[in-house]
């Protein structure tokens, strides 16, 4: 298994955008790379596991929501250099539209929060590098602008 810091290949993860209304989900993340700042729920791909089945198990496990993807949003790298210029973390992450088919909203022990944030708030939680950009555009796409 590759070792998520200092890997020596890019790691493949998933995100899962749930909009309703004009709020999206969002999970204070728990460790690190990013521990202690608001982002879009999601994790690392399994083998075997579908990009679909990854979404669904990475938000139902930080959330307790279950989702059904519905639209793919973003295709990004989030690159993370030491001190010295290393790389320290390497992910692809292939975020998709969701909607809720099910579950109780509550937060996983890999995340220290869970918020139901409306879109003209986004700016009072500490978000992620690129969050604001790809929920913006994930509204769009549902039809939320």
Known sequence: ?????????PLLGVGGIVVQEDQVLLVQRAREPQKGLWSIPGGLVKVGETLAQAVRREVEEETGLRVEPVRLVEVFERIVRDGEGRVEYHYVVIDYLCKVTGGRLRPASDVDGVVW???????VYPLTEGTVAVIEKAFDLAGQS
């Open 1 to 9: 298994m590759t070792p998520r810091r200092y890997p020596d290949r």
């Open 117 to 123: 944030a409306r879109r003209g708030e986004l700016g």
